[in-house]
């Protein structure tokens, strides 16, 4: 398994481009299976879950092309059940369901399990499903989702935690091609959401709504094959971000939107890590100390789940007490004990982090446990003084296009050893 090794203390100075959003193209990937049309997706980044995604939809029927950061899907004729060995790779796959029995009336998908960072049940998806007048049953570690007919309906999909982005993606791409007007209430409203309502809009689909909590599908008879761009992203610029404020660098965002990153600039200016445009993108830098912040994990558009671990690698460099609240997933804390081997001080409370910062952190070896820990124990490697190994980076792969590359671009000194 591959490694990165990292020697600390270089401020990060430079331009990044920001590539496609991971969250965003899996489910539009997954909306290619909708059309017996050819579908172009550009600005696909270069990720392990991508390839993942481009072998389930090669093996439910589909041709798939790829060519630099544009991959070509025709799925003209698909088969409606997604095999257990490449699915259970990987959680996100589970957006095939909603393509599936919209299209076919008929999918059966590996039921994925939890993970590292909680249960992820998928219950929401199921009752959208079954609101759509599918029936829905559970068998040999399999969903099997089936219908005669798809009709539109009234569907909730506010959870434990609020809304599901995944859940969402799935009622809506079945719900397309449903009979008659589907109304989604407490929908997700994260850009990666949007961004897929909109290919499915340039597929023909009718919805409106999207990036409000009530998204109304009226149905249509079928999709067309299109063209779309994926949206910059946001999690990735973010990490990006804090890498610079914890090196006390200057680090441009190329390509980033600053209007999904309302909740993360808004943290880091509070924080003392100022962010403005320019016309190459979007500048951050400290602006003088740093201070401590506390932070709650809220649905778009609060704070990420996805930015808390890389947040606590800035909040262990800054003098002071910060609290960060996990609202989203029960144990996503798995960063803390690693981030504790390189010197933080952080203490568990429930569902809270309390980390005592401003201690001096020193390089070691680390495991990462999940994607956004991985790159948490990246930044407080950058930050620490002498060596840290971080180890099991296939996390880091499957979320993070060339992440050393880029850092080596900024100035990090940070190289991948191969294991054979
Ligand atoms: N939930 C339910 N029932 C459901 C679905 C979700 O109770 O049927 C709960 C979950 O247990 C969780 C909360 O609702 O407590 C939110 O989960 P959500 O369904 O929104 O997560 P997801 O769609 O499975 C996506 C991203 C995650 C990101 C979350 C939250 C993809 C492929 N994954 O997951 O991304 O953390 O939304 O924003 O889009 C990552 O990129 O590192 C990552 C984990």
């Known amino acids: 398994m591959d490694s990165l090794l990292i020697k600390g203390g270089v401020p990060l100075h430079g331009e990044v481009q920001i590539s496609g959003a991971k969250n965003a193209v899996l489910p539009i990937l997954a909306a290619t299976l909708l059309t017996s049309e050819p579908c172009t997706i550009r600005r696909v980044p270069d990720l392990s879950d991508v390839r993942f995604m481009s072998q389930i939809l090669t093996w439910l029927g589909a041709e798939v092309r790829a060519d630099g950061d544009t991959i070509r899907v025709r ?58 007048g599918a029936k829905v049953t559970i068998e040999n570690g399999y969903v099997h989702c089936k219908a005669r007919r798809l009709t539109g309906a009234a569907v909730f999909l506010g959870g434990r935690a609020g809304s599901t982005v995944l859940g969402t993606a799935n009622v809506m791409m079945a719900a397309v091609l449903a009979e008659g007007v589907t109304v989604i209430e407490s929908a997700a409203c994260e850009p990666e959401v949007t961004d897929l309502a909109n290919f499915l809009i340039a597929m023909g689909a009718r919805i409106t709504g999207v990036g409000s909590p009530t998204i109304t599908i009226t149905g249509v008879k079928q999709l067309h094959g299109a063209e779309h761009e994926v949206i910059p992203d946001r999690i990735e610029a973010a990490t990006y971000a804090i890498a610079a404020a914890v090196t006390n660098g200057e680090v441009t965002l190329r390509g980033a939107r600053s209007d999904h990153m309302h909740a993360i600039f808004d943290k880091l200016k509070d924080s003392g890590v100022s962010t403005h445009c320019n016309g190459n993108g979007i500048v951050v830098k400290r602006g003088g100390r740093l201070k401590p912040v506390d932070i709650t994990t809220l649905p778009y558009s609060g704070f990420p789940t996805d930015v808390q671990a890389q947040m606590m690698a800035l909040m262990i460099m800054t003098p002071g007490i910060s609290i960060i609240t996990e609202r989203i997933f029960e144990s996503r804390f798995m960063h803390v004990s690693e981030l504790s081997r ?39 490697g950058l930050a620490a003084k002498g060596n840290t190994q971080v180890n099991r980076i296939y996390h880091l792969d499957r979320g993070y296009e060339k992440i050393d590359v880029k850092l080596r671009q900024l100035g990090a000194r940070i190289e991948r050893i191969e294991e054979s």
């Open 75 to 132: 799925a003209k004729k698909i088969k409606g059940e997604g095999d257990y060995d490449l699915v259970r790779k990987m959680r996100g796959s589970i957006c095939i369901m909603g393509p599936l029995l919209g299209r076919l009336r008929d999918a059966k998908v590996s039921l994925p399990g939890g993970c590292i960072i909680g249960a992820r049940p998928i219950n929401l998806h199921l009752k959208g499903f079954q609101s759509l």
């Open 342 to 380: 390189l010197g933080a001080d952080i203490e568990i409370e429930g569902p809270s982090a309390i980390v005592k910062g401003g201690k001096p952190l020193s390089g070691a070896p680390v495991m990462a446990s999940d994607l956004r820990a991985s790159a948490a124990l990246v930044i407080a």
